[in-house]
């Protein structure tokens, strides 16, 4: 029995050596690299954003970025055309956005020990790949003067991390206990806010330390001053522009619009008058903010007064501006 199984054990192996065996398993290599140069992915259906933190667009360009899975696509709204990055690690995209030049985008993804990564927009090739969270990361942002990128983790990562990207190194890092679902940095990048569950908080950057010291300094943060709001969610914030640079605005989950001042005080708030409020865009002269239904109320920056509310798009994708006569069909 043993020398029968010694010898069908030896004719295997003489079989696996076989020449023949290795081109065979060289041909289907070829066949594999042959096949995957041919592939390319021409259109992305559907969107896999977990909040207002997944979706970008570069004002400068028009172009709009969001995830699909492990991808993330890059599309002109005028032309009706993608473009898209493929994530090497395979992990799924959790949040973006753009560099204020519109050059890159900074990507954060969930999994064991995900990356924060920056694709070159017009190569669509990663630039940087920056590792130090654990679990996933809910929320990342380019400082206005790109010089520096904030990445925050899951509730459970408990990770704020500033980081010198072009050198991959962390400048600034601390701890936070709520559930973060935004961030912004303000006009002159010295400090940003995170915003989430019963949480405003201000952080401050000391760029001297910070450019002097090879190390990771403590991140300085500050709590904003939330009163009788203290108990809301908040699901998103934007940093005051121009002459309204020393503000802070947020929204709340239940729908209120407020308006933290230069020392980090909650003092106005106006209803938006709607049951859910999930985005803020803030400009020199408007304010925007996504409601429920596709709602968009607008309001001004200087005194939080409503301005408007913009029409929703036509429910059968007809630009009804193109309409000039009472009779023209509507398709």
């Not at 140069?37 to 360009?61: H, M, Q, W």
């Not at 993608?82 to 999994?111: A, C, M, W």
């Not at 947020?250 to 005080?265: A, D, H, P, V, Y």
Request: some cysteine.
């Amino acid at each position: 029995m043993t020398v029968e199984g010694s010898t069908i054990k030896s004719r295997i192996k003489n079989l696996l050596r076989s020449p023949s065996i290795k081109l065979r398993r060289n041909k289907d290599r070829n066949h594999k690299e042959n096949l995957s140069n041919k592939v390319t992915l021409e259109k992305v259906l559907g969107i896999t954003a977990f909040g207002n933190r997944a979706l970008a667009c570069d004002p400068r360009s028009g172009l709009v970025a969001y995830p699909a899975g492990c991808v993330v696509v890059l599309l002109n709204p005028k032309k009706n055309k993608q473009h898209h990055i493929l994530n090497s690690s395979r992990k799924t995209i959790t949040t973006l956005s753009f560099s204020p030049d519109g050059k890159y985008v900074v990507t954060g993804e969930s999994g064991h020990m995900p990356a924060v990564r920056v694709w070159d927009v017009a190569e669509r090739t990663q630039v940087a790949e920056l590792q130090e969270h654990k679990y996933g990361i809910s929320c990342v942002a380019f400082s206005p003067n790109s010089k520096y990128i904030v990445s925050v983790g899951y509730q459970h990562d408990m990770i704020v991390n500033v980081w010198a990207w072009k050198k991959n190194i962390v400048v600034a890092a601390n701890k936070v206990s709520s559930k973060v679902t935004a961030v912004s940095f303000s006009d002159d990048s010295s400090y940003f806010v995170t915003a989430g569950n019963r949480h405003v908080k201000f952080w401050y950057l000391d760029h001297t330390k910070s450019s002097k010291v090879n190390a990771t300094v403590p991140l300085l943060g500050r709590s904003g001053l939330l009163g009788e709001l203290r108990n809301n969610f908040f699901s998103d914030v934007a940093c005051g522009k121009g002459r309204k640079a020393g503000s802070t605005f947020c929204i709340t989950s239940s729908g209120l619009l407020c308006e933290f001042n230069e020392k980090r005080l909650l003092d106005k708030w106006v209803e938006l008058r709607t049951s859910q409020a999930t985005s803020l865009s803030v400009t020199e002269e408007l304010i925007f903010c996504g409601c429920a239904d596709g709602t968009v109320r607008v309001f001004s920056p200087v005194n939080l007064h409503f301005i408007c509310t913009l029409p929703r798009p036509h429910c059968l994708g007809t630009d009804i501006a193109t309409v000039v006569e009472a009779s023209s069909p509507v398709d």
